[in-house]
């Protein structure tokens, strides 16, 4: 496939740099994992050299002046071609964050919005890749309540921003995530992340 010359440290600085420029006051991070490091959910950017033809998960957050939180992850292709089933389970993956979104609304517990990603992820056969919960609140912390996942019956309330970012993980080859910030609202849900959820190669 052959090398593009980066490793996954050398993006994420610019990107840092980028989420300072567009208004934040802080990056609080940058993760930018490309091939088998996309495999894991919790990577932090090192030194792998990015390859023609990776996915590379690129998942960034900030500090605004008001105090609130950002997060958001997007998933990318370096190349014109993504390797294996990759685009396949990537269809399913958008699928199910689709759903999840379209849960959200009051009343509804927070496990039904689990539910309705991971059901869809698992009747496709990737169930076993779907490492984590489905989301967390975010407001002026990156993580706290509400938390989307199975077990958890609090009902969702009006207001209440959380993440929805279903992800599925092919251990030691490559992996996707696809995350946007939602406001629960009195007659539904709001997506306040604007950018397309299509894979993007670059």
């Known amino acids: 496939m052959g090398t593009v010359g980066v490793v996954d440290a050398m993006p994420a600085a610019h990107i840092a740099a980028a989420i300072r420029d567009a208004g934040h006051t802080r990056t609080d991070f940058v993760i930018v994992a490309s091939g088998p ?4 959910p919790h990577h ?12 590379v998960v690129v998942d960034i957050g900030g500090t605004m002046p008001s105090g609130y939180r950002s997060d958001c992850t997007r998933t990318y292709v370096i190349g014109a071609s993504a390797p294996g089933d990759f685009v396949d389970y ?5 699928a199910a964050q689709q759903s999840a979104v379209a849960r959200v609304r009051p009343g509804v517990p927070a496990e ?11 009747a496709a056969g990737y169930g076993q890749m779907f490492l984590h919960r489905t989301g967390h609140g ?3 912390e990156t993580h706290e309540d509400p938390y989307i996942v199975a077990g958890n019956t609090d009902v969702l309330e009006e207001g209440m921003a959380f993440s929805i970012e279903p992800g599925i993980y092919q251990s030691g080859s ?12 009195a007659t539904g849900v ?13």
Not at 37 to 40: H, L, P
Not at 112 to 119: G, I, K, S, Y
């Open 190 to 202: 709001r997506r306040l992340n604007t950018t397309d959820t299509d894979l993007i190669y670059l």
């Open 37 to 40: 490091n996309a495999a894991s």
């Open 174 to 185: 490559h992996g996707a995530r696809i995350e946007d910030i939602v406001v629960c609202t």
């Open 138 to 140: 975010i407001d002026l």
């Open 90 to 94: 990537y269809t399913v993956l958008q």
């Open 112 to 122: 039904t919005v689990d539910a309705a990603a991971r059901t869809r992820i698992a």
């Open 44 to 55: 932090s950017s090192g030194s792998r050299v990015v390859e023609r033809g990776d996915p």
